[in-house]
């Protein structure tokens, strides 16, 4: 049975000049992976000092949005500029400054398997200052500490459960002391408990540093408790922004839908 959805037009996130908005401008960006597009004509604002949760369904390119900030990956069209630089004109050089600003945790942690935790929190300070071992090594325990993980310096990933990885990820995103945080589904697979220790973590490090964070999650009960903000990606755009408060009364269909978890409506069930 076909049914229409009364679905509101996405909402307006373009500025006059984004080369002076304090945050971040994501601006028409389009990006296709062989036939598929993944990013169509994407439009997103994110505010210096927010948390905005970014949700949507599996495989509708939230990880591959994260990408396009740090420029990891490049779009076919569009632009997208951070804290006034337009990303991808950037040289090398500014392009590493800018990257700076960034902590990133993975989808999975992404730690190499090989190096010790420390090792793998120390490796952006080793390439990018010229602090001693010894320095690098306090600095890594000093991180470790701020995410509940004493002791775990010389432990390999592979002796660590899953949450201790996220927390080890989220230690390695601090080292370098970003302004903005990216975190792609921090709590996904983690029992309840863990899941709001992260969430606790994630609203700490935003009062103790005054970061802006960007989490990409399905976790509804994390987006609620740490978001200022959601947006909602479906069919390559944004297609809902709004306060937390917002979302909870909304009757947008998509985000309805989405948030009650129901398997009828426009979003499909497949
Ligand atoms: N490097 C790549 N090469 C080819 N296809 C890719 C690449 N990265 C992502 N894709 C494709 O882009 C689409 C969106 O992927 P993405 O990982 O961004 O989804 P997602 O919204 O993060 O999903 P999930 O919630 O499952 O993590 C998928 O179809 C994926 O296969
Ligand atoms: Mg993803």
């Known amino acids: ?21 304090n945050g971040i401008v994501v601006e028409g960006v389009t990006r296709s992976f062989g036939p598929k597009k993944v990013l ?5 604002l994110i505010h210096k000092g927010e ?3 970014i949700i949507g369904r599996s495989g509708e390119g939230k990880s591959v949005l994260l990408k396009h900030i740090v420029r ?24 590493m400054a800018m990257r700076r600003k ?3 945790l993975f989808q999975g942690a992404a730690l190499f398997d090989s190096m010790t935790i ?7 300070l080793e390439e990018h200052t010229d602090w001693t071992a010894a320095k690098i090594r ?19 990933p592979s002796e660590l459960s899953g949450g201790m990885k996220k927390r080890a990820g989220l230690a390695r995103a601090i080292v370098m002391e970003p302004q903005y945080i990216l975190y792609d589904e921090p709590t996904t697979g ?3 408990i863990t899941s709001d220790a992260i969430n606790d973590l994630i609203i700490q490090l935003q009062k103790d540093l005054g970061v802006t964070s960007i989490v990409v999650t399905h976790d509804m009960p994390s987006a609620f408790k740490i978001g200022d903000r959601m947006a909602m990606l479906s069919r390559g755009r944004i297609v809902f922004t709004g306060t937390v408060d917002e979302v909870r009364t909304t009757s947008h269909p998509m985000v309805r839908q989405f948030i009650e978890g129901r398997s009828q409506g426009p979003l499909g069930a497949f």
């Open 1 to 21: 049975m076909q049914q229409d959805w009364d679905i509101p037009p996405p909402p307006d996130q373009r500025v006059a000049s984004p080369a002076a908005f």
């Open 40 to 44: 169509d004509n994407c439009d997103l």
């Open 51 to 53: 948390t905005i949760v």
């Open 72 to 95: 990891l990956l490049e779009p076919d069209a569009g632009r997208i500029w951070v804290e006034g630089s337009e990303v991808g004109t950037l040289e090398l050089d500014p392009l």
């Open 102 to 104: 960034f902590g990133f």
């Open 118 to 124: 420390a090792k793998n929190i120390g490796l952006a």
């Open 138 to 156: 306090a600095r890594a325990s000093e991180c470790l500490a701020q995410v509940g993980l004493v002791g775990a310096e010389d432990k390999l």
């Open 190 to 192: 983690l029992d309840p």
